[in-house]
């Protein structure tokens, strides 16, 4: 596809975005209640951030590394509900520090040891998840009553997000856009080519201990809505469908940052038409079914797009045989 | 299942008696230490495999979406007027197929071209979860499928479910009407059809029998039935279905060791040997997907991966063959099944108490946290593989951290001597030699320290290795062998020829 | 070695002592190497022998153990606007999503500096620079559609609007086709004709005589260094390859030696 056509079609993408609530509440008879258009919001939001970051997990051939984060920020969350009680900025900042924890645990297995990375990630991942399932068994068993919904945290839970939370959200997506918008060059240089990155004095261990961070950031936020296990769905699917569509860096991040809005926000919407449809899950269908849309239909790169080359392709050969004959 | 079951007794009461066993099954820790240690045999030798393969993370993707293959087959089933029990034959079936499902839907994406395995890995399992949970929320109702069962699981209740065998007195009791202990009441026909009171002339009567019906040994027993006690086994079905597991899972590794040591280590010599490495890891796949829908009921579906990567990288560090990987990481993963109920119960390795460092906390940190530790036993045997993994990482002789940071100190110090020993013989008799042999400036050249270059020519001088000959470090005899014989071993080591470019 | 002694102000690169080694395992031992300014030199040895790894240390994007490197006299730190660099083709992923034009601006990168974004100048530089490498009209081409030598081309574009006074290369003729060799070959002489320096890591013995004019033979340690005509003898490469060179390449490479 052209550059313009990939501007037009996120164009395309942010109006359907905006039109979401109303469309939906014509045709199909939505209640636009307060939680709905938070958690849509909310849904949305995280689905851009989540896009966009992902792009870089992707490209750096990184897909898993979200997965093992998320899972390892359970502890932190029972940690800090431990010293702090409930209160949402204890439980993130102590995800954070479990999450960042597992990424320096992975880093040094790798580096002290000849155990791959797919291994180093399980490990990390298993025992982080099963001290957080140890803390949170712990804490059920104390008298104080106040703990339920932290397992929320596993699962993800849309309706509790509220006000504060979609404020949290945009601010941190708005600081992640500016620094993306800052450090453009040095991300892309970096994720595409670190030796020559270094070699031409960029400080590659500080950018990437920053996009790195970033991604945790992200990651945490996500734990509330999408829930530990598919929160590596949420990173991922959006940069992938997003890859197909486009062969610019800038384009694809804009564009998995829109596709993921897009399946955050509609996930959200299908989930309040029926109220036994938990939203975590249906967003991740919705950007999985980007994803099919994407590597079936992308014109160039797609399945349908490569079959039909090659059989034009075997058509002018077998009429170009044919040619002296004839 | 019954039948191996009861085979499985019989030959266990040749040793012990009835009562016996009976009492050591009754005890929770016996039977979630044991099955703790039949799902730690089968993920370990399974997961070596996976490890050496590079497919860890297919365990953790095959052990969400065997939830999809459950719920599926629980659907189906409860739609056909089944009833729905998670150790069905057809509820394994369902697992068996999603994991192979996983598989498929995760090369069918990395094979057109457009998704990198890992990307195509982390793509299908979400979705696969997710759909499970969707139909979960939307479709069934049942406490054996709720959200924290499917997550974690409780080894700890395993031997509460279980069958029970009978071997003395075993009569089934079928109670008709005609039975003595029938118990018959009257009940009113037509009293609901007609909405009359059965004090109603109207109301025809008939003979109900309240506790007519087929029971079994165990069940008669309970009711009063039986005059004389029955003698049962209650055996907890996870042990049945865990042993059947293991023995598939050894008869596997057991019966196609030589072909899985060859595709693991060479697919395409493996190939062109006629071998069929797909097969195999198909294979394989299915035995993933069996053991964890297996452990599912016990540790729950995310738990259960670190039965499949922990012990065998525990044992990938301690050991280099293959066998010993085999022999090595089973033992692992049981002695974290061991241990780890006694870490749920407050206990680290059975010696350190938990409370003694919740404690600690507290006086630290003055908080005021609950000492007694009573926890989820799956994740304290989790937890406890974990602690098992660490303190190997840091002993293990050959991979260690402590090993290798002595071996690093002892081979740093012979480095620095190698690489001084060598300047010097390079430059010894050249034109530069008083340039570049001065005692108080060699260590310019190298550009370390002064501190550091006077330590190692003290230690080489003490070693023999070089003598000072006005201001000028000179190799001795000795020092000049040295720097031959290291000369040769490390070319050998590089494997490339032994000429010495200095010589003529 | 008895190659003739340059002043130590005309030394592009001076390497003293250098020792670099995998966990303990000596890859280079004691190299000293002095390449003069403006001289096209080949790097030549066995695999294994750390050709790569001599030009990674010499950037510092692995650690030395021991030895210091000088670029024009200075240290690599206040050299780095001096050296240009050509990575392997294998190291990167061709597949990222970016341009031809994108990857060569790449190289000016490392000028621009913190925050600020390549603009129109940048641009022209980059054109100009694959106008050199015959790629102009590939410009907008997305880099996965390059055949290898294409893709060879696109990294020299970007060494070359890096505008460097000495080249680090690091295999740049493995696997291309014959026009991308030639074009190699003639941005390496137009370079050294400015007067540049320019190191390459070659496979390739019997191009060696025509491509080069300097040489170094490196084995773990150097075994020869000095101009192509006193350097490429039989004796040196069977010292660099054991005996394998002389029934590899038989009597071309004593004539080409010769």
New interface residues.
Partial sequence: MTERRVWQMIAALLMLGVLLLPLSQALFGLRLTYTVRVVALGGSLLGALSGALGCFAVLRRESLLGDALSHAALPGVAVGFLLAGRQLGALLVGAGIASWLGLRLVAAILRTTRIKQDAALGIVLASFFAAGIALLTYIQSLPDASQAGLDSFIFGQAAAIIESDIALLGGIGLAVAVVLALLWKEFKLLTFDADFASAGGLRGGLINALLSTLIVVTIVLGLQLAGVILMVGMLIAPAIAARQWTHSLEQMVVLAAALGAFAGGSGAVISALDSDIPTGPMIIVVAFALVLLSITLAPGRGVIWSQLRQRENRRNFRSRRLEPGA | MMGLERALIEMLLQFVTRDELNAFLRSPQHTATLVGCLIAVCGALLGTFLLLRGLSLTSDAISHTVLLGIVIAFMLMTGAGLEGDTSSPWLIVGAAAAGVGTVLLTEALHRSGLVRQDAALGLAFPLLFAIAVILVSRFVDDVHLDDDAVLVGEIGLAWANTNSHCFEHCGVLRITPEHPAAQQTRQCANCRELGISPRDERAEFKEVCGNCGVYSPAQAWSAGLLDEAPTLVFFPKSITVMLVMTALTVGFVAVFYKELKLTTFDAALAKSLGFRPAALTYTLMVLVSLVAVGAFDAVGSILVIAFFIIPPAAAYLLTDRLSGMLLLSPIIGGAGAFFGYDLARGLLFGIFPVAEGIAALNAIFGLQLREAWDSSISASVVLTMFVIFVLVWILSPRYGLLASAIRRANSRRRFEDQVVLAHIHNHQGTPSHAIELQAATLHLHFRWTPQKMSRVLMRLRALGFLSLEAGSAILTQRGDAHVHAFRKHMLVAHNIPDIDPTQP | MPIAMPEPGQLALAI??L?V?YD???AL??I?LEVPKGALMAIVG?N??GKSTLI?AA???IP?????VLFHGQPYEAA?HL?G?V?QRG???WD????VL??VT??L??K?G??R??GRRERAKALAALEQVDLVELAGR?I?QLSGGQQQRTFLA?ALV?DAQIYFMDEPFAAVDAITEAAIVNILRELNKRGRTVLVVHHDLQTVPEYFDWLTLL??????SGRTCQVFTLDNL??T???RVASLHGGQVLAAGG
């Fill in positions: 003293d002592d020792t080694a303990q395992k000596p031992w004691d000293d066995p294994g022998a990674k950037l510092n994007l030395r153990a021991a030895g210091s780095r050296v660099y990575p190291s990167v992923d990222f999503p970016t341009s994108d990857v790449m190289g990168y490392g621009l913190w925050l974004r390549p997305q996965s970007r890096q084995n773990v340690e150097v075994v020869a069977q010292k390859y054991g005996g």
